[in-house]
Nanobody
């Protein structure tokens, strides 16, 4: 089992910044990807950004150039730096870990979610 603890959500004005953190603990294999998803009311949960064990990243088009994902492997922690935030970034943000037990198969884990609200 893997446990995820998120922090850093809150209220921010348009144009402002927030930083989310998520620390994983438990039975992590040597290869695990970490990422952030978000879900706005009435909408599906969508990928925001993802980072592999080797550091390769992927971003939703809507956040490219504004958000940056990074990870500290020594701390099993992933960060999401969110800049130039917009009201449409308002959502519950969920941390995700894909824990690979072989090259093609993994188990998915989710954090409890943290609310991010962008409003003046």
């Amino acid at each position: 089992q893997v446990q995820l603890v998120e922090s850093g959500g809150g209220l921010v004005q348009p144009g402002g910044s927030l930083r989310l953190s998520c620390t994983a603990s438990g039975r992590l294999f040597s290869n695990y990807a970490m990422g952030w998803y978000r879900q706005a009311p009435g909408k599906q949960r969508d990928l925001v950004a993802d980072i592999t064990s080797s550091g390769s990243t992927d971003y939703a088009d809507s956040v490219k150039g504004r958000f940056t994902i990074s990870r500290d492997n020594a701390k099993n922690t992933v960060y999401l730096q969110m800049n130039k935030m917009k009201p449409e970034d308002t959502a519950v943000y969920y941390c995700n870990v894909r824990n690979y037990y072989n090259s093609n198969s993994y188990t998915n884990y989710w954090g409890q979610g943290t609310q991010v609200t962008v409003s003046s």
